[in-house]
């Protein structure tokens, strides 16, 4: 079984000690999207074949990660600026908690996303394909 972790929350930009705590307990409780009672998941090494994340933000994790049975960490890296996205760190130090990451677990546990795309006054298609390329650049070599 593979356990898609955080997509309803970021687990490793805020909730990494209480996934390492739901690690050591063997299971965790999930809410049920659809109004049912929550229901129980098991986070067993026997069950899990691995994880995969979704996260804004890795780096909080990434000393941790090694204690998990990881497959794949997706991380979406904008670049935004501060003014439309402001919980997440500076690109430069996003781009570096990508990097130290693919060069611990392999360019194929880390996937980059550049998502969503808003354009607007602030943020036009100029800046995306600039943006995109920077981005690229960076990141050549430690994703797939």
């Known amino acids: 079984m593979i356990v898609s972790a955080s997509s309803r929350t970021d687990i490793p930009a805020f909730y990494g000690d209480w996934f390492m ?19 129980r998941v098991s986070l067993d090494r ?12 890795p780096i909080p ?4 990660l090694g204690e998990i049975h990881l497959l794949v960490v997706n991380v979406t890296i904008t670049g ?39 354009l ?4 036009p298609a100029a800046f995306h394909l600039d943006n995109f390329e920077r981005i690229c650049a960076r990141l050549t070599g430690s994703t797939d």
């Open 80 to 118: 935004y600026p501060l003014a439309i996205d402001r919980s997440v760190p500076p690109v430069d130090a996003q781009l570096d908690g990508f990097i130290r990451l693919a060069s611990t677990f392999g360019s194929a546990a880390a996937v980059w996303r550049y998502d969503p795309i808003v």
């Open 46 to 57: 026997e069950a899990v074949d691995g994880f995969l994340f979704w996260t804004r933000n």
């Open 21 to 39: 705590k739901r690690l050591v307990a063997g299971e965790c409780l999930v809410a049920n999207s659809s109004g049912g009672p929550p229901y």
């Open 61 to 64: 994790l990434t000393g941790r």
């Open 120 to 123: 607007s006054s602030m943020i």
